[in-house]
């Protein structure tokens, strides 16, 4: 009987371009992206960080460095991932006490997990950046 | 009813549980610290320096940095499981992974411990 029953038809939708995937599955792979990017970028972030507080010499080459431009452009990006990251941990935190996984109210949770973690990269970014 | 066949040790639990912990430690000390940044607006090394050779938040900060490299390789670990297929290269990411992060906690305590 249970042979039967799985070599039934069933509907598939294998079609992966027109699968889209809906907020909470791209705040997940974001958690998952951002905290490799941070993981990779790692050794840069502790050298910097380290030559902000060796000496005065060594400050003022991280101050160099971070003045550039592009190197802020990236900055402001991880700044973006840390905060979604810790935004969506919290989230998940919070799913884990079985606070809001009802559907709508984890739909509702991820937009506001956008809405800050965007919110408090702008206003850290334009803090330390600008 | 699930029902688990139990042998062996090790069913993740205490990963699962070190990740959210060290989780709450990193998200506790992000917001110490943007709101001692918020407050001192640091622009000067002095300034800056204080910041982390102060008693506190040395102690805080060298928290953080072991939280986050522990949180880091259960992550991490768990992309080596998902993604990586063959036994042998994922034994090599994890090693690989585990030796960078043993290094940079050394590394970390060396800058703190110079404050």
Known sequence: MADIAIKKKRP???DLPTIRLPLPGILSILHRISGAVLFLLLPVLLWLFQQSLASPETYAVAKAVTSNFLVKLILLGLIWLYMHHFCAGIRYLLLDLHKGIELEAARFSSKVVFAVSIALTVIIGAKVLL | MINRIVVGAGYGL???IAQRATALVMAVYTLIL???LG?????SFEAWRS???N???Q???FLFFISLFWHVWIGIRDIWMDYVKPDGLRLVLMIA???ALIGYAGWAAKILWRL
Not at chain 2, 39 to 43: E, F, K, M, T, V
């Open chain 2, 55 to 57: 008693g506190f938040m």
């Open chain 2, 59 to 61: 102690f805080m900060t």
């Open chain 1, 12 to 14: 598939k939708n294998l």
């Open chain 2, 34 to 36: 943007l709101v001692t």
């Open chain 2, 97 to 99: 992974t585990a030796a």
């Open chain 2, 14 to 16: 205490k990963d699962w």
């Open chain 2, 51 to 53: 910041i982390f050779s």
């Open chain 2, 39 to 43: 407050a001192l607006s640091p622009s």
